[in-house]
C-alpha cells in the first residue's frame, strides 16, 4: 500500500532531478497536493551513477568514423607486407581463414583487408611473427563479426518493420490540428504516486526509483500497473 511518505520522497527526488521545488513538481504532475513542507532530496552516489547511465542508455557512444583516432602505421611492417611474394601468401591465408568460417566470399574479402589494416599498427620483426600476429588478429575480428551478426536482424521487410512515407504522412493531416490530451488534476495518493513514479522511472530506472521512494523494488513493482 502506498503511503504519504512514499509520496513526499518520490517528489523531494523529481524536484531534486527537475531543478524545481516540491509544489512545482506537483503543479507539473497535476497534483492536488500541498508539498511545501518538503526540501528536494539530495541524490546518493548510485542514483547519480544510474541518471547517467539511463541518459546514455540510447544514445550512440561510438564516434563517427571521421572523428576516431586510429593507432599509426608501423612503416617497417607495412614495407614487409608490402612484398608480393608475402603479401601472396598472407593474403592466401587469412582467405582461406575467413572463407571456412563466413562461407561468403565478400564477407571473407572485408575480414581480410580489415586484418591487414590492423597488422599493420603493430611493430613485427619477421616473417614468422607476422602470420601469428595476423592468425590472433583474425579471430579478433571474427568475434566482431559474429557479434554484428547475431545483433543484426536475419530478414529486414520494410513495409513491415517500417512506415513507408505514405503512412507517416497519412496518420495525421497537415491542416488538422493534434489536441493534446491534458491530464486531470488528482488528489489521490496512489494515482499521484504513479505519475510520480512513472517519472522517477523514466530519470533513475526502476531500480533506483524504487529506492528513491523509500521500497524495495519487489514492493514497488507490485504497486505498478502491469
Request: aromatic share 8%.
Amino acid at each position: 500500500m502506498v503511503t504519504r511518505a512514499n509520496l513526499d520522497n518520490g517528489v523531494a527526488t523529481l524536484a531534486t532531478l527537475w531543478g524545481l521545488q516540491p509544489n512545482d513538481v506537483a503543479d507539473r504532475l497535476a497534483i492536488n497536493l500541498d508539498f511545501s513542507h518538503l526540501e528536494p532530496k539530495p541524490l546518493g552516489e548510485r542514483a547519480l551513477r544510474s541518471l547517467r547511465h539511463e541518459n546514455t542508455k540510447y544514445t550512440c557512444k561510438r564516434q563517427h568514423y571521421a572523428w576516431r583516432s586510429f593507432a599509426p602505421v608501423v612503416q617497417t611492417t607495412a614495407q614487409m607486407i608490402d612484398t608480393p611474394k608475402t603479401f601472396q601468401k598472407l593474403r592466401s591465408m587469412l582467405m582461406k581463414a575467413a572463407y571456412a568460417k563466413t562461407q561468403a566470399r565478400m564477407d571473407a574479402e572485408d575480414l581480410v583487408q580489415e586484418t591487414i589494416l590492423r597488422l599493420c599498427t603493430y611493430e613485427i620483426k619477421d616473417e614468422d611473427q607476422l602470420f601469428s600476429v595476423a592468425r590472433q588478429a583474425l579471430r579478433q575480428i571474427f568475434r566482431y563479426y559474429w557479434r554484428k551478426q547475431y545483433t543484426s536482424p536475419a530478414v529486414v521487410t520494410p513495409h513491415e518493420d517500417f512506415h513507408i512515407m505514405e503512412e507517416v504522412f497519412g496518420f495525421c493531416d497537415e491542416d488538422e490540428e493534434v489536441e493534446a490530451t491534458a491530464v486531470s488534476p488528482t488528489s489521490d495518493i496512489t494515482e499521484a504516486f504513479l505519475r510520480v513514479a512513472a517519472e522517477l522511472i523514466k530519470q533513475l530506472g526502476k531500480k533506483h526509483a524504487a529506492v528513491a521512494c523509500g521500497l524495495r523494488e519487489k514492493t514497488f513493482s507490485r504497486l505498478l500497473p502491469l
